[in-house]
């Protein structure tokens, strides 16, 4: 892709891609008369992230470029480090830099006062400047900065391309085409949509914001989360049910006692090898999509997920927050780090070498030429969609955490045929509604 800029500006909400040299936040904190990290940064800092197929790369990535030798870097890879970071925070203890799936998690940390206050490190690093605005304030509560955020994602209608051409399939952009596909698929014996959520539960939300934004209608969702409107909205209530439908019917992971059994590493080997044909699923699966479909010998492709008019939309939203943790030993070289980690070099390289998903901050292009075209792609229909306030939202960006672990654990219910879908949403407006009152909800970006 040329080097060009490529923006996401709507109503506030700015995530660039520049085509000129940019200063990067350490560079900030220099020219301010600091050096990276303050005089007390010194020691040794952990950091605790999944073990998934691609954070040995990200460790790899942080860790091989990181050369301040007062600072000692640990990166530990552990499985379900989600909840063992909760555990050990809980216990007075954890690594120096908290990460998390989300902001909605990230509250909870700083509503319980485990987190270091970031505002003091944002001046010494400029981070206010690097960052998109619509970023750094969700990462805010009660007026004082305690996160920063990674990954700018969006879900997307992954397809095997070709399995498409082989049977005539073209790419879905409605809902009634993308149904009219599902049933095709399952009549030729392929299973519409590969799935599995035994690694990870949060799949359940992947499925809920794809739906909501895309065919209850972004205007709707946006009203229940500004608390003018609704959750029960009779466009969402439908799109809530047309999810179930999916599910019921087997079309997402082949039925529900295999949704809950497989991981995600083998749907993917189901969609690589034809025997499923879609995934609904995030921008992060550029990362390590084209290893499944290399060995199937077989060649896949993205969609935006189909909406109720066909015209393109992207639920956007931000995959990782990323604080410090009250009980650290050194706050000062912990915030070096996490500085080196959101550099614009650092980032370029983890989109470049990892295939991750670039933090709302402004890169290079030129530091990004080499990516997968389908991968610039997605970012530069992204910033169009943004431009023309045609984005949707994120589940786990920005709804509050107990609304956020309630519609992740909820709807199992409903697809079990144990509650309505009206009843398990006007569970989630109650609880939704709390959380906006006593202020526990991220900003949200204005339409």
């Not at 560079?27 to 940064?41: F, I, L, N, Q």
């Not at 229909?381 to 943004?386: F, G, H, K, S, T």
């Not at 519609?407 to 199992?412: G, H, P």
């Not at 009843?423 to 909800?441: C, K, M, R, S, T």
Request: net charge negative.
């Amino acid at each position: 892709m040329k080097a060009s800029r490529i923006s996401m500006v709507s109503m506030g909400l700015v995530f660039a891609l520049a085509g000129c040299a940019t200063t990067s936040a350490s560079d900030t904190a220099t020219e301010s008369g600091g050096s990276g990290s303050s005089e007390s940064a010194e020691g040794v800092v952990t950091m605790w992230i999944d073990d998934n197929m691609v954070n040995p790369c990200f460790a790899d990535v942080v860790g091989g470029s990181w050369t301040d030798q007062e600072i000692g870097l640990q990166i530990e890879l552990k499985p379900q480090w989600d909840s063992l970071t909760k555990t050990a925070v809980a216990a007075g203890a954890g690594p120096d830099i908290i990460m998390t799936p989300g902001v909605s998690y990230t509250a909870e940390f700083a509503k319980a006062g485990a987190l270091v206050p970031l505002d003091e490190y944002s001046d010494l690093y400029g981070w206010g400047a690097s960052f998109a605005p619509w970023s750094m304030a969700m990462g805010v509560s009660d007026g004082t900065l305690y996160s920063l955020q990674g990954e700018l994602e969006t879900m997307v209608l992954w397809y095997n391309k070709t399995v498409f051409e082989e049977n005539g399939i073209a790419a879905p952009t409605s809902t009634a085409e993308l149904n009219q596909v599902a049933d095709q698929l399952s009549g030729l014996g392929i299973q519409p949509f590969a799935s599995g959520n035994v690694d990870w539960q949060g799949v359940n939300e992947w499925l809920l914001s794809s739906v909501w934004s895309a065919q209850g209608g972004s205007d709707n969702v946006y009203a229940a989360l500004n608390g003018s409107g609704s959750f029960t909205s009779p466009s969402i209530v439908e799109a809530t049910a047309q999810l179930t439908e999916w599910m019921q019917t087997g079309y997402i992971g082949g039925g529900l006692d295999r949704y809950y059994t497989t991981p995600i590493d083998d749907y993917l080997v189901q969609l690589a090898q034809g025997e499923a044909a879609m995934n609904i699923e995030g921008s992060w699966r550029f990362e390590n999509i084209d290893q499944f479909f290399t060995e199937a010998g077989s060649e896949w492709d993205w969609v935006s997920f189909p909406t109720a008019d066909g015209e393109p939309l992207f639920s956007i939203g931000t995959g990782s927050s990323w604080a410090l943790n009250a009980n650290g030993a050194n706050p000062d070289a912990a915030a070096a780090v996490l500085d080196h980690v959101f550099d614009a070099a650092t980032q370029a390289a983890l989109v470049v070498q990892c295939g991750m998903s670039p933090s709302p901050i402004t890169l290079d292009m030129a530091d990004l030429s080499s990516i997968d075209d389908r991968q610039s792609r997605l970012y530069a229909e992204v910033a169009a969609a943004a431009e023309s306030g045609s984005y949707g939202y994120l589940t786990w960006s920005f709804w509050g955490p107990k609304s956020n672990t309630y519609l992740v654990q909820e709807i199992e219910n409903v697809w079990a045929g144990t509650m309505s879908e009206t009843e398990f949403l006007a569970g989630l407006d109650a609880i939704f509604l709390e959380e906006l009152e006593a202020g526990d909800v991220p900003p949200l970006p204005l339409r």
